[in-house]
């Protein structure tokens, strides 16, 4: 038997119970037999960047949140758009990577749910490339408007998202059942 996949999921939101952590109990649902998941939840802890420590002598929870994502096969991003951008927090967390080689070659799904979330989405698709990290149009997903798309209980309510979200979730299964290298 296969070893399950280890997946990162960053979850970019603030706020508790948001609809970004609705999206990421969703996919974990959907794919919870396939893969083996650590959900990164508050990036709020994380001191805030400071390049002349970033090299020499990062925090500890830097280093570790670093390592989370080396030792991870696969990160998956999901975040709402603040203010027509990423949430400073996720940003943050990032910036400390700069000065890595984690998301070298490192296959990242990204997932922007919010209101629009355009300017984020393209955003994060431009640091990930700027990283380097793998990403596909299979493994980025844009869901406008999610809000009236996911209900109280954190259930999918809208069709297309679902099948979105199944799509995303289904293009990695694919890869690791053929045997490719994921993204």
């Keep these: 038997m296969r070893e399950k996949k280890k997946i990162l999921v960053i979850l970019g939101s603030a706020s508790q119970n948001s609809a970004n952590e609705k999206i990421v109990n969703c996919i974990l649902e959907l794919s919870k037999h396939a893969f083996d998941f650590t ?11 400071d390049p002349e420590l970033s090299v020499a002598n ?15 096969d696969v990160v998956w991003i999901c ?3 603040y203010i027509f951008s990423l ?18 070659d490192k296959p990242v799904g990204m997932i922007t749910a919010s209101l629009d979330g355009q300017k984020a989405h393209e955003q994060l698709q431009l640091i990930m490339k700027t990283l380097m990290a793998k990403c ?9 408007g999610v809000k009236g798309k996911v209900n109280e209980n954190g259930e999918i309510t809208d069709n297309q998202t ?22």
């Excluded at 940003?91 to 984690?102: D, H, M, P, R």
């Design 79 to 81: 975040t709402p758009e």
């Design 136 to 144: 596909t149009s299979e493994t980025s997903l844009l869901i406008r």
């Design 87 to 104: 949430p400073a927090g996720l940003k943050n967390a990032i910036e400390w990577c700069v000065s890595t080689t984690v998301f070298s």
């Design 58 to 72: 990062p925090p500890q929870l830097i280093v570790e949140f670093r390592t989370a994502i080396e030792q991870a």
């Design 39 to 49: 959900v990164y939840r508050d990036l709020k802890i994380l001191p805030h960047f």
């Design 162 to 183: 679902l099948e979105e979200l199944t799509r995303f979730v289904n293009s990695y299964k694919a890869m690791v059942t053929s045997g490719n290298k994921l993204a």
